[in-house]
C-alpha cells in the first residue's frame, strides 16, 4: 500500500499517512513523499493515529458512509473497544475486523439474523466466515460485496434473476439451479408417496 509522508520532519515527528487522511493533505507538494508502507518503516516512520487500523478506515470513509447509508440502505456502527465494524443491511448483519498480521479485513456474516432482532443481540449472534471474500484492504469492494451478496438473497427465490457475468455469480447461479433442482424433487417424492 503507498503510503505519503512529509520529507521537512526531524526524527521524532516522522510519520506516515494513508492518501485520504486529513493529515496527508496538509503536507506541502514540495516535501510530499510517495512510498510503500514497508519502505515508510524501514525509515523509521510511523503510522498516523488518525488514519492507521480500522479507526483509520472509519475515519477516512466518514463522507463514504453517508453516501452507502443512503444509496445502499446500509447502518455502519463502529466499536472502538473491539475495533470492530458492523455492517447492517434490511437482511443481514456483518462485522469486520482488520488482521493486524495481514494488514487486511476480514468479513464475517451472522448465521441468523431478522429486522426485529437488537442491534445487541445482533453482535452477540453466531457467525461465520464469508470464506468467498478474501482478505482485503479495501472497504470499498466489502461494501460492493455485502451488497451484491444482499441483493442475490432477496432474488433467491427465483434463482435465473440472479446475475451471471463473473466467475463467483455463476458459481452461485450453479448452485441455485442445483439447489432448485433438488427442491422440486423433493416436493415430487413427497406427492408420489402420498
Known amino acids: 500500500m503507498l503510503v505519503v509522508a512529509s520529507s521537512e520532519v526531524n526524527k521524532k515527528q516522522r510519520v506516515y499517512h ?13 516535501n510530499r513523499l510517495e512510498l510503500s508502507e ?9 503510522k498516523c493515529k ?30 472502538k473497544q473491539t475495533e470492530t465494524l458492523y455492517i447492517q443491511t434490511n437482511i443481514g448483519f456483518w462485522k469486520l475486523f482488520m488482521k493486524e498480521e495481514l494488514g487486511m479485513y476480514l468479513l464475517y456474516h451472522c448465521n441468523k439474523f431478522n429486522e426485529s432482532m437488537s442491534y445487541k443481540e445482533s453482535i452477540h ?8 471474500v478474501k482478505a482485503t ?10 451488497y451484491a451478496h444482499d441483493r442475490a438473497k432477496v432474488i433467491k427465490d427465483d434463482y435465473r434473476k440472479l446475475p451471471k457475468s463473473t466467475k463467483q455469480q455463476k458459481k452461485y447461479y450453479r448452485a441455485a439451479e442445483r439447489r432448485d433442482r433438488r427442491n422440486a424433487m423433493r416436493r415430487l417424492d413427497m406427492f408420489l408417496n402420498l
Request: proline share 1%; charged share 40%; net charge positive.
Open 50 to 79: 488518525y488514519c492507521s487500523g480500522m479507526q483509520g478506515d472509519v475515519n477516512i470513509h466518514k463522507k463514504a458512509f453517508v453516501t452507502w447509508e443512503h444509496k445502499k440502505d446500509m447502518r455502519f456502527t463502529f466499536d
Open 18 to 30: 494513508r492518501c485520504g487522511c486529513m493529515y496527508d493533505r496538509r503536507i506541502k507538494p514540495d
Open 38 to 46: 514497508e519502505k515508510a518503516l524501514r525509515k523509521h516512520y510511523k
Open 125 to 132: 449472534g453466531d457467525f461465520h466466515r464469508q470464506v468467498d
Open 137 to 146: 484492504e479495501s472497504l470499498e469492494k466489502i461494501v460492493d460485496y455485502i
